[in-house]
T-cell receptor
Framework: DAKTTQPTSMDCAEGRAANLPCNHSTISGNEYVYWYRQIHSQGPQYIIHGLKNNETNEMASLIITEDRKSSTLILPHATLRDTAVYYCIVRVEGNAGNMLTFGGGTRLMVKP | DTGVSQNPRHKITKRGQNVTFRCDPISEHNRLYWYRQTLGQGPEFLTYFQNEAQLEKSRLLSDRFSAERPKGSFSTLEIQRTEQGDSAMYLC????????????FGSGTRLTVV
C-alpha cells in the first residue's frame, strides 16, 4: 500500500471548516483513499473513502485531486467533539492482506 | 447491534504472566482483525481471520502472540510470558468481505505490564 504524508497537527475554530490535507504521491490506480479518526481512548472510526471522484457523507467530504496524488478531508462545521487524530490511508480494495496501514495521522484540535 | 466489543477494557499484569483478550465482532461480519497501538503511534496490524481461518499471521510480533477464532464468531488474542514492551492498546476490528465502507473498531484493551 502507498505511503501517505500528513501534517502532525492542526487547529481549527469551532464552527469553521476543518480542511485536513494528505499527500499520497505514489498512489496506484487501484488504490482507494480512506480516512479514519480516533478520538481519545477509543478505537479508530471510519469516516469516508474514495477512488477518484469527490465523496460526501453525513460526516465529511473528501476531495481528491485529478492526478490523485493528494486529497483533503473537509469537516464543514467542526465541533469540539471532532477533536481527534485523523488518519489518511491508501489501500487496494480486496488485496490479500486486507490490512489498514496507519501512519502517524494529524492531531486536530478544535478550539472554542 | 452494539458494535465490536472488547474485554477487558484494561488489564494490568506482572511480567512473565500470560494474558488473553476477547473480541466479539459485529455478528454478520465475517472478517476480524487485531491491531496493536503504542502511545503516540497509529495502530499496527497483527493478524486477521476470515470466518475461522487465520489468513495472515506473519505480522504477529513474536511467537509469544497467538490468536484464535474457533467458531468464526468471537476471537481471542493471547500473549504468553508478557514483557514490559507488550504494554499497549490492543484493538479489534471487524468487517464484511464485500462491504466497501471500512472496518468497525472496538474500543480496545489497554494492557499494562509491570
Amino acid at each position: 500500500d502507498a505511503k501517505t504524508t500528513q501534517p502532525t497537527s492542526m487547529d481549527c475554530a469551532e464552527g469553521r471548516a476543518a480542511n485536513l490535507p494528505c499527500n499520497h504521491s505514489t498512489i496506484s490506480g487501484n488504490e482507494y483513499v480512506y480516512w479514519y479518526r480516533q478520538i481519545h481512548s477509543q478505537g479508530p472510526q471510519y469516516i469516508i473513502h474514495g477512488l477518484k471522484n469527490n465523496e460526501t457523507n453525513e460526516m465529511a467530504s473528501l476531495i481528491i485531486t485529478e492526478d490523485r496524488k493528494s486529497s483533503t478531508l473537509i469537516l464543514p462545521h467542526a465541533t469540539l467533539r471532532d477533536t481527534a487524530v485523523y488518519y489518511c490511508i491508501v489501500r487496494v480494495e480486496g488485496n490479500a492482506g486486507n490490512m489498514l496501514t496507519f501512519g502517524g495521522g494529524t492531531r486536530l484540535m478544535v478550539k472554542p | 447491534d452494539t458494535g465490536v466489543s472488547q474485554n477487558p477494557r484494561h488489564k494490568i499484569t506482572k511480567r512473565g504472566q500470560n494474558v488473553t483478550f476477547r473480541c466479539d465482532p459485529i455478528s454478520e461480519h465475517n472478517r476480524l482483525y487485531w491491531y496493536r497501538q503504542t502511545l503516540g503511534q497509529g495502530p499496527e496490524f497483527l493478524t486477521y481471520f476470515q470466518n475461522e481461518a487465520q489468513l495472515e499471521k506473519s505480522r504477529l510480533l513474536s511467537d509469544r502472540f497467538s490468536a484464535e477464532r474457533p467458531k468464526g464468531s468471537f476471537s481471542t488474542l493471547e500473549i504468553q510470558r508478557t514483557e514490559q514492551g507488550d504494554s499497549a492498546m490492543y484493538l479489534c476490528a471487524s468487517s464484511f468481505t464485500l462491504a466497501n465502507y471500512g472496518y468497525t473498531f472496538g474500543s480496545g484493551t489497554r494492557l499494562t505490564v509491570v
